[in-house]
């Protein structure tokens, strides 16, 4: 196993009251810095001041972007104790979404124990709010120094730490859709499944017009027939149709989302009957016409649960159960968020303490 060396800072920053903080603007005194090279492989583990990189201008990553990364959070809970919520699971997405992107694959066990390292050395920022938590930022770079397409030969592995609040302005209030047949998120055999920041550039034109319109975010249509609902935004998508909650499988373009299995398994577990099927629009509207659709939320680590109150297909509006909250999505954010805080029993074993 790699070593891990650490080097504390000697100028620790000033730290950002809870009710301050966005998502994402604020970052911790220590970062994980590990590098790989061919025929080294994946070198020893540094925790370092956080600053900035130098990177040569022919950087790989940033001309053709070699890149892949991660998201997960690490919570205080009411013991004062601090666990990371999924990380094994996560760790291994990263090597998933780095073996689409041709990116080598890290040591899962001594990257799970250098976080836990980097998150205990910073522990002192895991906010103490309920609601804010503090954000882990995995991230793998090419940077061989050339300008050639081939995957590269170097890459620098990263991690961040960032305190912060909710993902979106509305919190756990009901947000408006925009369906989107306009722009696609993936296609089949593309890098939807993967974490990687392509799919993330291709959605920011769809959620600038959507967001113009007066939406918070896109509901992605399959690349092919735009016709079969993906996700919605960052997130994987739910809806609860009558008594059957349903989601779109992983068939390569959806990402495999943590928090998704976490609603599947909290839901299967209940006994509610749980599909991931396939979904088209008119389905959808079909639904909606009868009466039968009753909930619709988003699911990711940034928001957790993101009820949605409206969905607009081609100036048809869908209203969703009065722009209030559903009683199923109101029961997974109370258990997934209990289970995060430490204020539920965890029997899924999700949670891992940073304590040494
Ligand atoms: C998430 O829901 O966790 C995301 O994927 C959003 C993140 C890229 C900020």
Redesign the pocket.
């Known amino acids: 196993m790699p070593a891990l060396t650490i080097a504390r800072t000697t100028q620790p920053k000033p730290r950002v009251a809870d009710p301050d903080l966005g998502f994402g603007q604020v970052f911790t005194d220590h970062m994980l810095v590990m590098d790989y090279t061919q025929g080294s492989g994946w070198q020893d583990g540094r925790i370092e001041p956080y600053g900035p990189l130098t990177l040569d201008p022919a950087t790989l990553v940033l001309h053709y972007g070699q890149a892949v990364f991660e998201?997960f959070k690490a919570f205080r809970s009411s013991t004062g104790e601090v666990v990371l919520f999924r990380p094994r699971d996560h760790i291994a997405r990263l090597n998933a979404s780095g073996a689409r992107l041709c990116i080598p694959a890290l040591d899962e066990p001594f990257v799970l124990e250098a976080l836990k390292r980097l998150v205990h050395l910073d522990a002192d920022w895991v906010p103490r709010t309920f609601g804010c938590a503090l954000y882990v930022r995995p991230l793998i770079l090419a940077t061989d120094p050339d300008l050639v397409v081939r995957p590269s030969r170097r890459y620098r592995f990263l991690t961040i730490l960032s305190p912060v609040g909710a993902?979106y302005r509305e919190g756990f209030r009901p947000v408006r859709i925009l369906v989107s047949d306009r722009y696609v998120r993936a296609v089949r055999g593309g890098l939807g499944a993967a974490k990687t920041p392509a799919n993330?550039a291709a959605s920011l034109l769809a959620a600038e017009e959507a967001k113009a319109a007066g939406f918070t975010q896109v509901l992605w249509l399959d690349g092919t027939e735009r016709t079969f609902v993906e996700e919605v935004g960052?997130?994987n998508i739910f809806f609860r149709l009558g008594d059957e909650l349903v989601t779109p499988p992983l068939e390569g373009t959806i990402l495999p989302g943590i928090t998704r299995d976490c609603v599947i398994r909290l839901a299967s577990h209940w006994g509610l009957k749980v599909s991931e099927r396939r979904i088209s629009i008119p389905e959808v509207i079909e639904a909606h016409a009868r009466g039968n659709l009753l909930e619709v939320f988003g699911s990711?680590?940034?928001?957790v649960i993101s009820p949605v109150s409206e969905l607009v297909f081609r100036g048809k509006s869908l209203s969703i159960a009065q722009g209030r909250v559903g009683d199923w999505t109101q029961r997974l954010f109370d258990t997934l968020t209990g289970i995060q805080y430490g204020k539920m029993e965890d029997p899924f074993g999700w949670t891992v303490p940073v304590s040494p």
């Open positions: 998201g993902y993330y960052t997130m990711g680590t940034a928001a």
